[in-house]
């Protein structure tokens, strides 16, 4: 509606448990185009099973609600479908695949997306040289890519790979995963100015993040403190300057 | 569903329904009288118009054969057979020995179109197929050999075993059953006994064989047994490549398989054998499906030769094999790469020998099973070194993947060393494809059957790499379809 902020992607009383545990309570977020949200709360508040949920991981029990991308409702949707879809989710913890270099893993990825989006698939000269490009923005060296995907990765090598392939597959909304936890202050700062380069009026971003270090690089427009499976405090970037200060005691109730 | 859970179901759905060489072919034959007697043996003796000695070495066999017992070792479980209700030999009518291609039946040459199988030489040669030669056997006999002409300028004999019996009987005699003695096995007896036809092929010195040989077999027959034969002899200082493709019907009874293959390579020389072998599996209940029982030996005869066995498994119900490597000559080499491929309920007992007798004698060994379903799928290696094999060297890796927690995967290593000498390793690993790499991968966009198809590839590259470029893309997509059949 017109003057009214359009909603892209948005989770709509969400809940869900694992094996009878309620991990997320009802949970909503509305993110809008081009808006980036960070979303911070203590270990084990739900912000990884909400993470997962989103993409599609089949061990959870959705009890009740809604995730919608541009209007169509995800939850019928496979994880693979919601990733041709758009949706993206850089991993906490990157899964290691040996036997399969990260190359022939980033062709696979790159082809299914434009398979699914009926795009001609990349000639292997002009996939190489994307890659290599885009590898090169991101300072992960050729033999990188040649290795197995994961397998043997440093932490902040893992990381690096997850914004590579975030930046191959043109995604709509983003979902970082604790992307800065393990990365060491050039890759940090190689990883945000990669997040950055990605910002534009039509991508959107969820940031969830232990420290606000990570947000003096990426400038969010909400930050949200998440606790016991929801949100319970909603601000601009001050909040996360706050938080780092006083902690979360003051939100908790 | 959890992913893996899910892709058990998937890989049990699939069963054999998606056995794309599961039709047969309607063919006027001529068989053999049903069952195993000197008469049957007589009759394909007389059928093949057999030289007198080669009915003598037959009915030798038949003797031997009759003292000895079937083996019970090996991990696998099937119903006694009862050779008494089998056909031995069965031949599409007017078949008498192979002919030039335009006298074969029309139906023969669909039949080997629909499989892929490139019999048309003027194609190959204007480029249109990929550079081979062609042996195809059907059922019982060989229908046709292509490119024999072009063959025949360099020296090189590649023909149907039955015509070299009668064409170049010195080679025959001089080899046929050097490398596998009659006697070695149960069913190296047997096929000794009643074999039918195969290959043979003979590299003069010095040669190197200017296009891949390869032999296509094909059962056709109900309730007929196929029992091919073939020996490749490369001589001094020669090279060859030769490719061995098998498929088959889907029916209901189970149908027998026992092929020998024998190899001698003379000094400086090397024969690589690759195998793609899908034999029709039986179907998700286990119902049907070829018993693979073959022996496969490469005599490495004279100094510095090398004999390399590259095998893709996917089909049978149940497979027993092991080909292996008679290391005699000094600095003498072999390989076997393998890829094992078991789903439903397939049972595979494969490996190989490798037996050390020269001096500086080295192999090496990789070894890639992949269980899903309820099958079942086990190793078993034998690496020896003889008091005389100094410096004897073998590195074996068995690495077994496991879809799901129905199947099974076992590794029986067996390590004999008369020789202080030698240095044998031995590394094995069991891994499985996890739900989180499934999800990873969906992340990514790619699904289900693609993330396996990958995982797979990925896992048994090192022995993919092996393959003849023609026969590695076609291995890659059998391995993919025998796992999740999204290919039609
Ligand atoms: N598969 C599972 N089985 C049982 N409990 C689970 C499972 N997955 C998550 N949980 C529980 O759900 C809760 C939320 O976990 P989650 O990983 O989402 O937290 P988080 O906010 O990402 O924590 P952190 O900041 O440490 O990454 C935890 O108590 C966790 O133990
Ligand atoms: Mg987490």
Same mark, same amino acid.
């Given at each position: 509606m017109w003057g009214k902020k359009s909603v892209m992607f948005n989770v709509s009383n969400l809940t869900v448990s694992v094996e009878?545990?309620?991990?997320?309570?009802?949970?909503?977020?509305?993110?809008?185009?081009?808006?980036?949200?960070?979303?911070?709360?203590?270990?084990?508040?739900?912000?990884?099973?909400?993470?997962?949920?989103?993409?599609?991981?089949?061990?959870?029990?959705?009890?009740?609600?809604?995730?919608?991308?541009?209007?169509?409702?995800?939850?019928?949707?496979?994880?693979?479908?919601?990733?041709?879809?758009? !949706?993206?989710? /850089?991993?906490?913890? $990157?899964?290691?695949?040996?036997?399969?270099? #990260?190359?022939?893993? @980033?062709?696979?990825?790159?082809?299914?997306?434009?398979?699914?989006?009926?795009?001609?698939?990349?000639?292997?000269?002009?996939?190489?040289?994307?890659?290599?490009?885009?590898?090169?923005?991101?300072?992960?060296?050729?033999?990188?890519?040649?290795?197995?995907?994961?397998?043997?990765?440093?932490?902040?090598?893992?990381?690096?790979?997850?914004? !590579?392939?975030? /930046?191959?597959?043109? $995604?709509?909304?983003?979902?970082?995963?604790? #992307?800065?936890?393990? @990365?060491d202050i050039d890759a940090l700062r190689l990883v945000a100015e990669g997040v950055n380069n990605l910002r534009n009026e039509k991508r959107s971003f969820v940031v969830i993040t232990h420290y606000q270090r990570l947000l003096d690089y990426i400038k969010p427009d909400f930050v949200h403190i998440m606790y016991n499976g929801k949100i319970i405090e909603t601000g601009d970037s001050s909040l996360a300057l706050e938080l780092e200060k006083s902690g979360y005691n003051n939100y908790i109730k | 569903?959890?992913?893996?859970?899910?892709?058990?179901?998937?890989?049990?759905?699939?069963?054999?329904?998606?056995?794309?060489?599961?039709?047969?072919?309607?063919?006027?034959?001529?068989?053999?009288?049903?069952g195993l007697t000197e008469e049957t043996i007589r009759f394909i003796s007389k059928k093949k118009n057999e030289p007198e000695w080669m009915l003598e070495w037959r009915l030798d066999a038949y003797q031997r054969f009759l003292s000895m017992k079937e083996p019970e070792w090996a991990k696998v479980n099937y119903p006694a057979i009862n050779y008494n209700d089998m056909y031995f030999y069965s031949a599409p009518k007017d078949t008498d020995g192979p002919k030039s291609l335009e006298e074969v039946d029309p139906e023969?040459?669909?039949?080997?179109?629909?499989?892929?199988?490139?019999?048309?030489?003027?194609?190959?040669?204007?480029?249109?197929?990929?550079?081979?030669?062609?042996?195809?056997?059907?059922?019982?006999?060989?229908?046709?050999?292509?490119?024999?002409?072009?063959?025949?300028?360099?020296?090189?004999?590649?023909?149907?075993?039955?015509?070299?019996?009668?064409?170049?009987?010195?080679?025959?005699?001089?080899?046929?059953?050097?490398?596998?003695?009659?006697?070695?096995?149960?069913?190296s007896a047997l096929n000794s006994a009643v074999f039918t036809d195969g290959s043979?092929?003979?590299?003069?010195?010095?040669?190197?064989?200017?296009?891949?040989?390869?032999?296509?077999?094909?059962?056709?027959?109900e309730n007929t047994g196929q029992f091919e034969r073939t020996l490749v002899i490369a001589d001094k200082g020669s090279y060859v490549s030769y490719l061995e493709g098998c498929t088959a019907p889907q029916r209901d009874e189970n149908q027998l398989h026992a092929a020998v293959v024998e190899l001698v390579a003379l000094e400086n020389a090397e024969i690589k054998y690759s195998t793609v072998q899908n034999w029709y599996p039986g179907d998700e209940n286990g119902v049907g499906g070829i018993y693979n029982f073959v022996t496969k030996r490469g005599d490495c005869r004279g100094?510095?030769?090398?004999?390399?066995?590259?095998?893709?498994?996917?089909?049978?119900?149940?497979?027993?094999?092991?080909?292996?490597?008679?290391?005699?000559?000094?600095?003498?080499?072999?390989?076997?790469?393998?890829?094992?491929?078991?789903?439903?309920?397939?049972?595979?007992?494969?490996?190989?020998?490798?037996?050390?007798?020269?001096?500086?004698?080295?192999?090496?060994?990789?070894?890639?099973?992949?269980?899903?379903?309820?099958?079942?799928?086990?190793?078993?290696?034998?690496?020896?070194?003889?008091?005389?094999a100094e410096n004897a060297r073998n590195f074996t890796q068995c690495d077994s993947l496991l879809i799901g927690n129905k199947c099974s995967a076992h590794t029986v290593p067996y390590i004999e060393t008369k020789n202080s000498t030698s240095v044998f390793e031995h590394e094995a690993t069991t891994s499985k494809i996890s739900d989180d790499q499934i999800f990873y991968c969906g992340q990514r966009g790619i699904n289900i059957e693609d993330a396996i198809a990958l995982i797979v590839n990925g896992f048994c590259k090192e022995v993919l790499q092996e393959l003849p470029m023609e026969f590695a893309v076609e291995a890659q997509k059998l391995v993919g379809i025998s796992l999740e059949g999204s290919v039609g």
């Open positions: 009878d545990n309620e991990i997320l309570k009802s949970f909503s977020l509305d993110v809008g185009p081009g808006e980036v949200h960070a979303i911070m709360g203590p270990n084990g508040s739900g912000k990884s099973t909400l993470a997962h949920v989103c993409a599609g991981k089949e061990d959870y029990t959705v009890l009740n609600g809604e995730i919608n991308l541009n209007g169509e409702d995800l939850l019928d949707l496979e994880a693979d479908e919601r990733s041709t879809r758009g !949706l993206f989710l /850089a991993f906490q913890y $990157p899964i290691e695949i040996p036997g399969v270099t #990260t190359l022939t893993f @980033l062709k696979s990825s790159l082809e299914a997306h434009y398979k699914a989006n009926n795009r001609e698939v990349l000639s292997t000269p002009d996939f190489m040289k994307l890659v290599k490009k885009k590898a090169a923005e991101l300072n992960i060296d050729d033999s990188m890519i040649k290795r197995p995907l994961n397998v043997g990765f440093s932490g902040g090598e893992k990381k690096r790979n997850e914004i !590579l392939q975030m /930046a191959l597959l043109d $995604p709509q909304i983003c979902i970082l995963d604790e #992307t800065d936890s393990g @990365l | 569903m959890p992913a893996v859970k899910e892709t058990v179901k998937q890989v049990d759905d699939i069963g054999v329904d998606k056995y794309k060489f599961g039709w047969s072919t309607d063919l006027e034959t001529e068989t053999a009288p049903i023969l040459l669909k039949t080997y179109d629909k499989l892929g199988i490139p019999l048309k030489e003027q194609e190959i040669l204007s480029g249109v197929k990929s550079n081979i030669a062609v042996d195809a056997v059907f059922d019982s006999v060989s229908v046709v050999t292509t490119f024999k002409e072009k063959l025949s300028e360099e020296g090189i004999i590649f023909c149907s075993i039955s015509e070299a019996i009668k064409d170049h009987p010195e080679l025959v005699r001089k080899y046929l059953s050097s490398v596998i003695p009659k006697s070695d096995n149960y069913y043979f092929v003979y590299i003069p010195p010095n040669t190197r064989c200017p296009m891949e040989l390869s032999t296509y077999f094909r059962i056709n027959a100094k510095n030769s090398k004999i390399s066995w590259t095998q893709v498994e996917t089909g049978s119900a149940v497979t027993w094999k092991y080909p292996s490597c008679i290391l005699r000559g000094d600095n003498s080499v072999g390989e076997f790469y393998s890829i094992a491929i078991s789903n439903s309920y397939q049972q595979i007992d494969s490996g190989t020998k490798m037996v050390h007798l020269g001096k500086n004698t080295s192999s090496k060994i990789i070894s890639k099973g992949i269980s899903a379903g309820h099958s079942s799928n086990a190793y078993r290696g034998l690496v020896s070194s003889h008091r005389r």
